[in-house]
């Protein structure tokens, strides 16, 4: 293929020697957003199927049938990321595609469509990072409780065995379960992510058993991953929560929001325990009898990494009710999140790169972790085809320049953080936005499933040239 020509800027290129030597620069994906297919390999329905045909769950009324074809597609995608120069990939397994029912019956297709996946990535030079659980539950297990039921965490160890098997001989780097807050908080407390349930009990017990289910992947990939020097943790998102006003009340409000969007994971996974005042807030709304002598000792398992998925702050403030049920904040009816007043997205997210350095520094220094990477970092804008054929996505141009900057920093700072995977590769389906909102580096048209790389992608592959001298 003809190589990519290099992106002119105006944005001054970062000084090469700015991050360590191999330094993981790569892009992310998830199952269900790229796929389709989804009635190849036998693949069972998942939750995301079932809640896109709930009228108005979805802003365009769209679904993942057929998302960006990737399942047919791979091997051509796979050529585009090398001819960008990226590294790394990051990609999820769909667990309906493996487990149509999440248990039993194995699909050898499925498995081997991931298979030939990383056969694919190896010999094109990029590493594959694997992530067993982006949010596609299978729906035969939601039928029996889904993860508000302590056996869908059991089932998970199961599924994470099956896979660690047959793609542990060449891949190394694992993460168990993405952004357990997203899938526990939006899908059982706000309802707005699949499967649209709002129940604040359900979300407490669903946000324990995602943990637990970590644990028991950590076992399973202990025990089947033979590749060289296996790194296996969990991706998380934190925010760090700013308080708006002076008041005793907003304080406590933002302790609230911190300790739901990030303290309940880092003291879990890290120092097997949950914060007493976290468990004193959502003792409000659960009798907290999911937790099981042993759970918490399970979800410690020790990790050789931890990815991080950052996109914003939170700022917040007291005000009575405005977060009352259904909300992501069980045990907080007090709280409302406040725009900062800082430029924004498409999907009107404020853009504060520092806040990234903010997550990462305070993370090394209050808990001590391992390895830290950017397993997510990117932004959804309103892309147009220009005449010229090219997608002049400067807006996402500086996004990323100054996420990149800010890792930078935090290394600057000590941190011990050696990756940066910018989210996402494709532009995909945007969960409850269907869609609408374009978070690609590579512009996909929905009709053709023509593939134009934007002037990020252009950008982001200088930037990868420049740093690794290649």
């Avoid at 089932?155 to 001989?169: K, P």
């Amino acid at each position: 293929m003809t190589p990519i020509p290099p992106r002119d800027t105006d944005i001054a290129p970062i000084a090469a020697g700015s991050f360590p030597e191999g330094f993981l620069w790569g892009a992310a994906t998830s199952s269900y957003q790229i796929e389709g297919g989804v009635h190849l390999d036998g693949r069972g329905p998942s939750i995301w199927d079932t809640f896109c045909r709930v009228p108005g769950a979805i802003v365009d009324g769209s679904d993942g049938s057929v998302a960006v074809s990737h399942r047919s597609r791979m091997p051509h995608d796979v050529a585009l990321m090398a001819r960008l120069g990226i590294g790394a990939y990051r990609f999820s397994i769909a667990w309906p595609r493996v487990q149509p029912l999440g248990s039993g019956q194995v699909s050898a297709s499925g498995l081997d469509f991931y298979s030939q996946l990383v056969d694919q990535l190896l010999t094109a030079g990029i590493v594959p990072v694997a992530t067993l659980y982006h949010w596609d539950l299978p729906q035969a297990l939601e039928d029996r409780g889904g993860w508000p039921a302590r056996d869908t965490a059991k089932r998970f160890g199961d599924y994470a065995e099956i896979v660690g098997s047959v793609l542990g001989d060449r891949v190394a780097r694992w993460s168990t379960v993405n952004e357990p807050w997203c899938s526990a908080m939006l899908g059982y407390g706000s309802g707005v992510h699949a499967p649209g349930r709002t129940e604040p009990a359900a979300a407490v017990a669903a946000a324990h058993h995602l943990l637990l289910a970590h644990g028991f992947g950590v076992d399973a990939l202990r025990a089947t991953v033979s590749a060289p020097e296996p790194e296996i943790g969990i991706t998380l998102n934190p925010y760090p929560v700013v308080p708006v006003g002076d008041e005793e009340a907003d304080h406590d409000a933002a302790r609230r929001v911190d300790g739901i969007a990030n303290r309940i994971w880092y003291d879990s996974v890290l120092r097997g325990s949950y914060p007493d005042d976290v468990l004193d807030d959502i003792g409000a709304v659960s009798d907290l009898d999911h937790i099981h002598d042993g759970d918490l000792a399970q979800i410690a398992r020790p990790i050789d990494m931890m990815g991080l998925n950052y996109y914003r702050r939170h700022h917040v403030r007291h005000l009575p009710g405005a977060s009352a049920s259904p909300s992501p904040w069980p045990g907080s009816p007090d709280v409302e999140v406040v725009d900062p007043g800082r430029p924004v997205t498409d999907l009107l997210w404020a853009i504060e790169p520092d806040g990234l350095v903010d997550a990462v520094v305070a993370l090394h220094r209050d808990y001590d972790p391992p390895p830290l990477y950017v397993h997510e970092n990117g932004a959804a804008f309103a892309d147009v085809v220009a005449p010229d054929g090219r997608v002049h996505d400067a807006d996402r141009v500086e996004f990323l320049d100054g996420h990149v900057r800010a890792c930078a920093e935090a290394i600057a700072a000590g941190v011990d953080l050696r990756g940066y995977f910018a989210w996402s590769f494709l532009d995909n389906f945007e969960w409850a936005e269907g869609y609408r909102k374009r978070f690609g580096i590579v512009h996909v048209d929905y009709e053709t499933q023509e593939r134009t790389p934007k002037d990020s992608a252009l950008w982001y592959s200088e930037l990868i040239r420049r740093q690794t001298g290649g």
